[in-house]
């Protein structure tokens, strides 16, 4: 069976190249094979063959036992792709982590007297975005407020959640008895989580000193809404508000 040009396109564009794939799928086809016989059947020169097989063993679509000589074998193709999938996000994640951390020194720099109290988002991607940075500069408190509408999202910043819990950061989430029980037992792997029958609105509160609160619509028809804030005034009243709901009789631990 010869591989379609299609099935042999998504692969280069998943990063293999052409010859890691002939590489691949000789080994699929064959079984457990030398480089030698890698290059013969999938007419890969023997003095390139190697380079090949090296990088398919790195990006985990083979494996290799060190015997004499070498013999690779080709990992099942759901496997393989799954266990690049993860490969490449754990690669992207380093990467954001390290462009975040450099361009935010650079953003800081700036000096306060630049940055706005108070900023209006819309849009789910530039609120996440703020979140995330809300997150990222968290240092000792985050307190979240999660009606069951957000829930759904909160997938989306579970990362940077663990991230705080392993550098110790208190992280305190009060969410509606409603939500789907995965996502509770989810949620208090990361955090302290009480439910509340009555929610007002959503947000975070970073430290009691930055903000994000969750308004909704606004006038731009369904686009969500939102302010972020640095005002000590704003999230020191955001923050008073939480606990007073988090104490409050109706609240009850997850």
Same mark, same amino acid.
């Given at each position: ?93 380093? +990467?954001?982590?390290?462009? =975040?951390?450099? $361009?935010?020194?650079?953003? &800081? ?6 940055? #706005? !109290? /108070? ?36 997938? +989306?910043?579970?990362?940077? =959640?663990?991230? $705080?819990?392993?550098?110790? &950061? ?6 509606? #008895? !409603? /939500? ?44 969500? $809404? ?29």
């Amino acid at each position: 069976m010869t591989l379609s040009e299609r099935a042999s396109g998504a692969l280069l564009e998943l990063g293999l190249t052409g010859s890691e794939v002939k590489a691949y799928v000789a080994l699929l086809r064959g079984g457990t094979m030398t480089a030698s016989d890698v290059s013969r059947t999938a007419r890969i020169p023997y003095s390139k063959v190697y380079d090949a097989l090296e990088s398919l063993h790195r990006k985990g679509w083979i494996e290799e036992q060190k015997s004499r000589p070498i013999v690779y074998t080709a990992k099942p193709p759901d496997t393989a792709l799954e266990e690049m999938k993860s490969k490449q996000e754990t690669a992207r994640q380093e +990467r954001e982590q390290v462009a =975040l951390e450099e $361009l935010m020194n650079v953003y &800081v720099s700036r000096g306060e007297q630049e940055k #706005p !109290d /108070i900023w209006i988002m819309r849009g789910t991607n530039e609120i996440l975005s703020r979140v995330k940075n809300l997150l990222l500069n968290c240092r000792g408190e985050l307190l979240i407020a999660l009606p069951p509408q957000l829930v759904p999202f909160a997938s +989306r910043i579970e990362p940077l =959640l663990a991230a $705080l819990k392993e550098k110790g &950061v208190r992280t305190m989430v009060l969410t509606s #008895p !409603d /939500i789907q029980r995965e996502d509770s037992e989810r949620l208090s792997r990361l955090a302290e989580v009480r439910t509340r029958r009555t929610m007002y609105g959503g947000g975070l509160v970073s430290d009691a000193r930055e903000v994000v609160l969750l308004l909704g619509g606004g006038e731009q028809g369904s686009l969500p $809404l939102a302010i972020w804030a640095s005002h000590h005034g704003l999230a020191s009243f955001a923050k008073d508000y939480f606990e007073f709901l988090w104490s409050s009789q109706e609240t009850t631990a997850s």
